[in-house]
């Protein structure tokens, strides 16, 4: 999303331009505009016919909001430079096949897509494919390059379903030493191998939704889900990491949303991580199905877990 121009302040009005420019880019317009707000953008009509504005990739538009809070800023932040707010990268790999994505709160970027048609592995065809998968993995490692600030990125995950992750660590490691990649040389430890079900961005799984599962099962007391007790558990300070689903701030009950906003501000100022779920991607599908909203305390609380309490917030 490209940023044109902004002029707002936390809690007041104001108004920010922006031009999508992707697919995903929707998805964040999709969570800015709500009911009450005020749009304006180009459109075409022929004149007298039934007309209503529609947005579209590479046609900016200007969005007005009597109170722009938390939430509808960090959104703002991180589709505008997603490098900015995403602390980890991730390459889900196969053989001819690639993703290079960046991992932020909200949202996972896939910032380059890397295809090669390569010759079969058996026969007089063997020299080809060795030629040809060099080539693929020099592709992937200069998308690597171009797209992963070190600087901002904790870690970076190469995954896959079989070794084509452990070929291009390998490649990485010799080609850096090589040519002196100083960016992969000094961030070495930051990359690590995992398994993945497939080279595709629906594998990535955010560590903190399968923690809160580890943690559901091990120690109860130490996990809770639904509005009820997450918000209690706030009330005691309790909350080291809370996970939310962005659909919960899409509701049009205002006070509802003020409720979720605060909870989210209150976790940050508590010193507690506040990551907020995109319902489109796999991991917030699951979070959904447990009411949208769960947290990992930094002390058991065993009396709030016997307690029934609403769901509704």
Same mark, same amino acid.
């Given at each position: 999303?490209?940023?044109?121009?902004?002029?707002?302040?936390?809690?007041?009005?104001?108004?920010?331009?922006?031009?999508?420019?992707?697919?995903?880019?929707?998805?964040?317009?999709?969570?800015?505009?709500?009911?009450?707000?005020?749009?304006?953008?180009?459109?075409?009509?022929?004149?007298?016919?039934?007309?209503?504005?529609?947005?579209?990739?590479?046609?900016?538009?200007?969005?007005?909001?009597?109170?722009?809070?938390?939430?509808?800023?960090?959104?703002?932040?991180?589709?505008?430079?997603?490098?900015?707010?995403?602390?980890?990268?991730?390459?889900?790999?196969?053989?001819?096949?690639?993703?290079?994505?960046?991992?932020?709160?909200?949202?996972?970027?896939?910032?380059?897509?890397?295809?090669?048609?390569?010759?079969?592995?058996?026969?007089?065809?063997?020299?080809?494919?060795?030629?040809?998968?060099?080539?693929?993995?020099?592709?992937?490692?200069?998308?690597?390059?171009?797209?992963?600030?070190?600087?901002?990125?904790?870690?970076?995950?190469?995954?896959?379903?079989?070794?084509?992750?452990?070929? =291009?660590? %390998?490649?990485?490691?010799?080609? !850096? #030493?090589? &040519?002196?990649?100083? $960016?992969?040389? +000094?961030?070495?430890?930051?990359?690590?191998?995992?398994?993945?079900?497939?080279?595709?961005?629906?594998?990535?799984?955010?560590?903190?939704?399968?923690?809160?599962?580890?943690?559901?099962?091990?120690?109860?007391?130490?996990?809770?889900?639904?509005?009820?007790?997450?918000?209690?558990?706030?009330?005691?300070?309790?909350?080291?990491?809370?996970?939310?689903?962005?659909?919960?701030?899409?509701?049009?009950?205002?006070?509802?949303?003020?409720?979720?906003?605060?909870?989210?501000?209150?976790?940050?100022?508590?010193?507690?991580?506040?990551?907020?779920?995109?319902?489109?991607?796999?991991?917030?599908?699951? =979070?959904? %199905?447990?009411?949208?909203?769960? !947290? #990992?305390? &930094?002390?058991?609380? $065993?009396?709030? +877990?016997?307690?029934?309490?609403?769901?509704?917030?």
């Amino acid at each position: 999303m490209k940023l044109l121009n902004r002029s707002f302040t936390k809690d007041g009005e104001g108004h920010v331009k922006l031009v999508p420019e992707e697919a995903e880019d929707m998805w964040h317009a999709y969570n800015l505009i709500r009911e009450g707000d005020r749009l304006t953008a180009t459109t075409f009509r022929k004149v007298g016919a039934y007309h209503s504005l529609e947005l579209e990739e590479q046609r900016a538009f200007t969005l007005f909001k009597v109170q722009w809070d938390a939430v509808d800023i960090d959104r703002v932040v991180s589709a505008t430079n997603p490098a900015q707010s995403a602390d980890l990268a991730a390459v889900l790999i196969t053989e001819g096949l690639a993703h290079v994505c960046l991992v932020g709160g909200a949202t996972t970027l896939t910032q380059a897509k890397l295809e090669a048609n390569l010759p079969r592995k058996r026969g007089p065809a063997i020299a080809g494919y060795d030629k040809a998968y060099n080539k693929f993995q020099e592709s992937v490692l200069q998308a690597i390059l171009r797209h992963v600030d070190f600087g901002v990125v904790k870690c970076l995950v190469l995954a896959g379903p079989g070794f084509a992750k452990d070929s =291009l660590k %390998q490649y990485m490691d010799l080609e !850096a #030493v090589r &040519r002196d990649l100083r $960016p992969l040389i +000094e961030n070495k430890d930051k990359v690590v191998l995992a398994p993945a079900s497939s080279a595709y961005k629906h594998a990535l799984q955010v560590e903190a939704l399968k923690a809160f599962m580890a943690m559901l099962s091990s120690d109860s007391a130490r996990a809770f889900y639904g509005p009820g007790h997450v918000f209690a558990a706030n009330d005691m300070g309790a909350i080291q990491t809370l996970l939310i689903s962005d659909s919960l701030f899409r509701i049009n009950n205002v006070q509802k949303r003020k409720r979720y906003v605060g909870l989210v501000d209150a976790v940050k100022d508590g010193g507690g991580e506040a990551l907020i779920f995109s319902s489109m991607h796999v991991s917030g599908e699951q =979070l959904n %199905q447990l009411s949208g909203i769960a !947290a #990992v305390l &930094r002390f058991p609380l $065993p009396d709030l +877990e016997d307690q029934e309490l609403p769901e509704e917030a």
